[in-house]
């Protein structure tokens, strides 16, 4: 299954590096190298090369590489419009993906809320974040970028007696330019994933 994704991604990255943009690193908000392109990704180093990408050093092989290989492919020097946020089903095209998202990329982390609030620290140094200055935040509220120009804008409510905890993970209100829309949802699918790694750490 691996060498599937690993195929996909690379595929990208030949496409990529054939016609590569001058300004590739201003597009995707990276530090050019010479032929790579070095930024964060999902809370981690990232760096796209022509022999693929890789993440803390390794070369990706599963399902974010094409993730991000599809980011450095819809590169656009348009700037993200964060507000105001919107929910991946106001995005055209998306309906299908709506009920996955709900539970790959909100849902799993209803279980961690009260964990995720005593690490903020940690998982904003990580994804680049900051909490988001909004009066009407939830419980509490922040903003991560998993990509560059990707950010999610996350907002919390704790349980209580009344009412269980829950998650929603909004987009910028200019998402679908920087990404394909199945590919945002994976964004949100990967990024929980983080989350629950930091705060698991």
């Known amino acids: 299954m691996e060498n599937r994704f690993?195929?996909?991604?690379?595929?990208?990255?030949?496409e990529l590096y054939s016609q590569l943009p001058d300004d590739l690193d201003k597009c995707i908000c990276a530090m050019r190298e010479?032929?790579?392109?070095?930024?964060?990704?999902?809370?981690?180093?990232?760096?796209?090369?022509?022999?693929g990408i890789y993440l803390s050093g390794e070369?990706?092989?599963?399902?974010?590489?094409?993730?991000?290989?599809?980011y450095a492919n819809f590169a656009t020097d348009t700037e993200v419009q964060l507000l105001p946020p919107k929910a991946l089903a106001q995005i055209e095209?998306?309906?299908?993906?709506?009920?996955?998202?709900?539970?790959?990329?909100?849902?799993?982390?209803?279980?961690?809320?009260?964990?995720?609030?005593?690490?903020?620290?940690?998982?904003?140094?990580?994804?680049d974040g900051f909490i988001n200055p909004d009066e009407d935040g939830g419980d509490f509220s922040f903003t991560l970028f998993p990509l560059p120009k990707?950010?999610?804008?996350?907002?919390?409510?704790?349980?209580?007696s009344e009412f269980p905890a829950s998650v929603t993970c909004l987009f910028a209100a200019n998402a679908e330019l920087f990404m394909p829309v199945d590919a945002l949802a994976d964004v949100g699918e990967h990024t929980a994933k983080g989350i629950i790694e930091k705060i698991s750490s």
Do not use: N, W
């Open 34 to 51: 010479g032929d790579v392109f070095r930024f964060k990704a999902f809370g981690q180093p990232c760096a796209i090369t022509p022999e």
């Open 150 to 160: 990707v950010p999610l804008y996350y907002i919390f409510y704790m349980a209580d």
């Open 6 to 14: 690993l195929k996909i991604h690379l595929s990208y990255i030949k």
């Open 59 to 70: 070369l990706m092989t599963g399902e974010m590489g094409i993730t991000i290989a599809l």
């Open 93 to 127: 095209g998306t309906q299908p993906l709506k009920d996955y998202f709900k539970a790959q990329s909100e849902q799993i982390l209803v279980p961690h809320v009260s964990y995720i609030r005593e690490s903020i620290d940690r998982i904003l140094k990580a994804f």
